[in-house]
């Protein structure tokens, strides 16, 4: 597709369970974003990866939270020991060419941790 | 990046401008301005970026103060589907897009 997938749209755990979640950027996009919504509030800054540069994990809020990002393009995003506080809508977004602040956002990955 | 400070809520009456606006005092030269919008339930959505010019596309117009401390995101004629947060961020290229708590637009008819 012509735009950033994510999935799965929907994910259901139970506490102390590991997640992945996957996000597909769009093609040729060098820089890809992790975000993550929880109800109610704003985009909290997650992870960032920008071409073959180290990523800047600054927004990780803590160990638990691991991503990757394969061949420069496909990412995962790990939780582990999942906790109720992680609920949340995680929202991944790319963007490539001169203009590296245009975010294109894909649906998001509903995580529900019960 | 620079802090960008923006009032938590407004309101428009459909038809009219929306003039939205967004203070970055700090901002550095090579800092550009950046507005996005989330509808409710949706991701987050480019609209206009600026330097130091104003800028215009087909969804608002950035006007940027000489001295780029400030900023104002105009809608020209708000639509209901126009209520949305609006956020301003200023951001440096190649580094992470932090997004702060927005302005809340609600336009009503």
């Known amino acids: 597709g012509a735009g950033v997938s994510q999935s799965p749209s929907n994910k259901v755990t139970e506490k102390g369970k590991d997640v992945e979640l996957r996000c597909d950027p769009i093609s040729g996009h060098t820089a890809l974003y992790w975000y993550r919504q929880s109800l109610g509030q704003g985009l909290e800054f997650l992870i960032y990866?920008?071409?073959?540069?180290?990523?800047?994990k600054s927004g990780l809020p803590s160990d638990r939270f691991s991503a990757e990002r394969t061949g420069g393009s496909v990412s995962t995003l790990t939780i582990q020991r999942t906790q109720q506080e992680d609920s949340a809508v995680y929202l991944c977004?790319?963007?490539?060419?001169?203009?590296?602040?245009?975010?294109?956002f894909g649906e998001g990955s509903r995580l529900t941790v019960l | 990046d620079a802090k960008t400070t923006q009032p938590t809520s407004m309101d428009c009456a459909e038809g009219r401008a929306a003039n939205l606006p967004c203070n970055h005092s700090t901002i550095s030269g090579n800092e550009y301005v950046y507005w996005y919008r989330q509808i409710h339930s949706q991701g987050p959505q480019y609209i206009i970026h600026?330097?130091?010019n104003n800028e215009t596309n087909e969804m608002a117009s950035l006007i940027i103060t000489e001295d780029r401390k400030s900023s104002t995101l105009i809608l020209p004629h708000a639509t209901l589907r126009d209520t949305a947060v609006y956020y301003c961020?200023?951001?440096?290229?190649?580094?992470?897009?932090?997004f702060g708590k927005g302005t809340t637009l609600s336009v009503s008819s």
């Open positions: 990866f920008q071409g073959n540069s180290a990523p800047d």
């Open positions: 600026g330097l130091k």
């Open positions: 961020i200023a951001n440096q290229a190649g580094t992470a897009l932090i």
């Open positions: 977004a790319s963007t490539g060419g001169p203009n590296t602040g245009e975010l294109f």
